[in-house]
């Protein structure tokens, strides 16, 4: 992947951040800068990482942990007050929304399973790395990247309006739940050629990411979330070796 991937990302997202600067009642501008710059220092850490540390390893492995560390330096550096809204906590909503967050979850996945068993390639072998890497390091790393930090510079920069069983959504949902099915389906390779997946942008915006989002604003916290997606990648990971 050429690093001049991220940069193509936030342009498929661009027309999504000019209509929420103009739908928005309040905006601030310094934090979608804030969110920008954040998220390009993240992907290009991932996308160095086994340059960086050579683990010799299939896996990104040393680019996950860089992440990570980033992210637990941004979460630590802010007030306790700020960690509760990136979800870096250990309460969560009431129990009425956790249980609304959980049943879409899991509606959502079971649609995902069935369209998975006919459509996945099968026959695989077992990894062991594989299961180790998909049950940790994608759920960890981008889920404080997608739905907590990025999320929480994006709520600064278009205050959330909308209000659903007294949970705040906006504009700043809709980006990030878009940016995660972007950043999976088009790519960059290192001679700048375009790799545009749409149906992955598509089936990943509308399903996955739209469903861990929910699942993380309805428990508030982001271990959930972080459970959840890592639990659709070991689901892949199986279903490959059926």
């Given at each position: 992947?050429?690093?001049?991937t991220?940069?193509?990302?936030?342009?498929?997202?661009?027309?999504?951040?000019?209509?929420?600067?103009?739908?928005?009642?309040?905006?601030?501008?310094?934090?979608?800068?804030?969110?920008?710059?954040?998220?390009?220092?993240?992907?290009?850490?991932?996308?160095?990482?086994?340059?960086?540390?050579?683990?010799?390893?299939?896996?990104?492995?040393?680019?996950?942990?860089?992440?990570?560390?980033?992210?637990?330096?941004?979460?630590?550096?802010?007030?306790?007050?700020?960690?509760?809204?990136?979800?870096?906590?250990?309460?969560t909503?009431?129990?009425?929304?956790?249980?609304?967050?959980?049943?879409?979850?899991?509606?959502?996945?079971f649609?995902?399973?069935?369209?998975?068993?006919?459509?996945?390639?099968?026959?695989?072998?077992?990894?062991?790395?594989?299961?180790?890497?998909?049950?940790?390091m994608?759920?960890?790393?981008?889920?404080?990247?997608?739905?907590?930090?990025?999320?929480?510079?994006l709520?600064?920069?278009?205050t959330?309006?909308?209000?659903?069983?007294?949970?705040?959504f906006?504009?700043?949902?809709?980006?990030v739940?878009?940016?995660?099915?972007?950043?999976?389906?088009?790519?960059?390779?290192?001679?700048?050629?375009?790799k545009?997946d749409?149906?992955?942008?598509?089936?990943?915006?509308?399903?996955?990411?739209?469903?861990?989002?929910?699942?993380r604003?309805?428990?508030?916290?982001l271990?959930?979330?972080?459970i959840?997606?890592?639990?659709?990648n070991?689901?892949n990971?199986?279903?490959?070796?059926?």
């Amino acid at each position: 992947m050429s690093l001049f991937t991220p940069l193509l990302w936030i342009l498929l997202i661009s027309p999504l951040i000019v209509i929420a600067y103009f739908k928005s009642e309040k905006s601030n501008l310094k934090y979608l800068v804030f969110f920008i710059l954040y998220f390009l220092a993240d992907v290009f850490l991932q996308a160095s990482g086994k340059q960086l540390i050579d683990l010799d390893l299939k896996f990104n492995w040393a680019g996950k942990i860089l992440s990570l560390i980033l992210g637990l330096i941004i979460i630590f550096s802010v007030s306790k007050e700020e960690r509760i809204k990136i979800g870096f906590t250990s309460k969560t909503n009431s129990k009425s929304n956790l249980k609304f967050g959980l049943l879409v979850f899991f509606g959502f996945t079971f649609f995902d399973i069935i369209f998975k068993l006919i459509l996945f390639p099968k026959g695989g072998t077992f990894d062991l790395e594989t299961f180790l890497f998909q049950a940790t390091m994608p759920g960890l790393t981008e889920e404080i990247l997608f739905r907590g930090i990025s999320l929480w510079l994006l709520e600064k920069a278009f205050t959330p309006t909308w209000n659903y069983r007294g949970v705040k959504f906006g504009w700043a949902f809709v980006i990030v739940t878009v940016l995660f099915g972007v950043s999976h389906g088009a790519v960059l390779d290192q001679d700048l050629h375009l790799k545009f997946d749409i149906m992955t942008m598509v089936y990943l915006t509308v399903i996955s990411s739209f469903s861990v989002g929910i699942l993380r604003n309805f428990s508030g916290n982001l271990i959930y979330s972080i459970i959840g997606h890592n639990t659709i990648n070991l689901i892949n990971a199986v279903i490959r070796i059926l």
